[in-house]
């Protein structure tokens, strides 16, 4: 079998597999074909591929003969490719006719994004390797941007206050951003829907602003879920509260599904201090401020906004090589030991992911988006 490493589109500095996963997969019988200058972004020139085992080839040559194909967007893929196999992050429920399309193109698809989150997944996790960088990387875009210090300083020229970051959404990324903005001095405080989340962000020396009255969770496999008006009315008001003496604003609520939560209103950023910074790593789902301008910065009345789900970029090598890592351990569920497919639907990760298969769309919560148009 043929596994192909494709480019990504322009926008994207990460690649699928670094040199060190083709090596790994050409051991266990498998050819890997690497379209040129694949890894380049991510620091893996294609001489590293090659000294890895791999094979350096155009990207015609890996669309018309490799099995299964590498790529973590699905920006670049042919309309019209077919009976070929898939695997990246495809956010199948915002692509509903996509993924119509490839089943009808019998392309077999796995959503890495879909994984079930268990204990068995947590190797394959895309979402959390990836989340982590974002979350450690969005304090540190912050701090590039913000035109004061984060730690507090007591210096004989006079004294300076700490930052104020205040995190929407305690996920991974949120987690990480508490940890990473607590290791360069500010403050924090955060807020969150799941009740759960609040021991957590306590033990990395966050505060934890409680709204009372959450929807109930805890049938959502650890996902946040709509709110109430009336809870969404009580909790505006109080990130209106902590939004208004921030200073960063760092937003990363997201509902699996829907479109993101709006946190914070234009009102809201109207109020807060020139020079202030906000990162929306929700801007992919429409963001979770009314400004937020997907893949773009844009400032409002001196408040920096930053609009990117994609940080993780950021940190491409790294990134990378946890993603890579992800990758292997997801297709050592899908191929045997003679470096052949072997797709065994009865695995709950396995079909968890898997979003087109055999000439139609296979997983059930993404027949009912398309269903509901
Ligand atoms: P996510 O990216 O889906 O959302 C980020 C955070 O935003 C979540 O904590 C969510 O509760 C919060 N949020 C949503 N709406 C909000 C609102 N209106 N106001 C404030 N906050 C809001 O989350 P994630 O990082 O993917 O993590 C989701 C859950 O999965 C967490 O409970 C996490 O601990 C869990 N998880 C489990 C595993 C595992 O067991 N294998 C792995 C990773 C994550």
Request: proline share 4%; net charge negative.
């Amino acid at each position: 079998m043929i596994v192909g490493v494709l480019k990504e589109p322009s926008f994207e500095s990460r690649v699928s597999l670094l040199a060190e996963g083709a090596a790994t997969l050409t051991k266990r019988k498998v050819e890997v074909w690497v379209e040129s200058g694949a890894g380049e972004k991510a620091f893996c020139p294609d001489s590293e591929y090659e000294k890895a085992g791999a094979v350096v080839r155009p990207r015609t040559d890996l669309l018309a003969s490799a099995d299964l194909l590498l790529s973590i967007h699905f920006d670049d893929i042919p309309a019209l490719l077919q009976h070929k196999m898939l695997v990246g992050i495809y956010q199948p429920l915002y692509n509903p006719e996509l993924m119509s399309a490839w089943g009808r193109q019998h392309i077999t698809s796995f959503s890495l994004d879909m994984l079930p989150r268990t204990t068995r997944a947590q190797s394959m996790d895309v979402l959390s390797s990836q989340a982590n960088i974002a979350g450690y990387k969005a304090v540190l875009t912050a701090a590039d941007l913000f035109p004061r210090y984060f730690p507090m300083f007591m210096t004989a020229a006079g004294s300076i206050p700490p930052a104020k970051v205040l995190i929407l959404g305690a996920g991974v990324a949120g987690l990480q951003a508490i940890a990473t903005a607590r290791r360069l001095g500010a403050v924090v405080e955060v807020f969150d829907t799941r009740p759960a989340a609040k021991e957590e962000v306590m033990s990395l020396g966050g505060k934890f602003i409680e709204v009372e009255g959450a929807a109930d969770a805890s049938a959502a496999g650890g996902y946040a879920v709509q709110q109430s008006a009336e809870f969404q009315q009580r909790q505006k008001e109080k990130i209106a509260a902590s939004v208004g003496k921030a200073d960063i604003v760092i937003t990363t609520a997201a509902i699996p599904g829907r479109k993101a939560p709006i946190l914070v209103t234009a009102e809201m950023i109207g109020a807060m201090k020139r020079g202030s910074v906000i990162i929306d790593l929700a801007a992919a789902t429409g963001g979770n401020t009314e400004l937020t301008v997907d893949r773009e910065t844009v400032v409002h009345g001196g408040v920096t906004i930053v609009g990117n789900s994609s940080l993780a970029a950021g940190l491409p090598y790294d990134a990378s090589k946890l993603y890579g890592r992800n990758v292997l351990n997801f297709l050592q569920l899908i191929i045997d030991k003679e470096g052949g497919i072997a797709l065994n639907f009865a695995d709950d990760l396995v079909k968890g992911c898997c979003i087109t298969h055999d000439g139609q769309v296979v997983h059930e919560r993404v027949l009912q988006m398309i269903d509901h148009g």
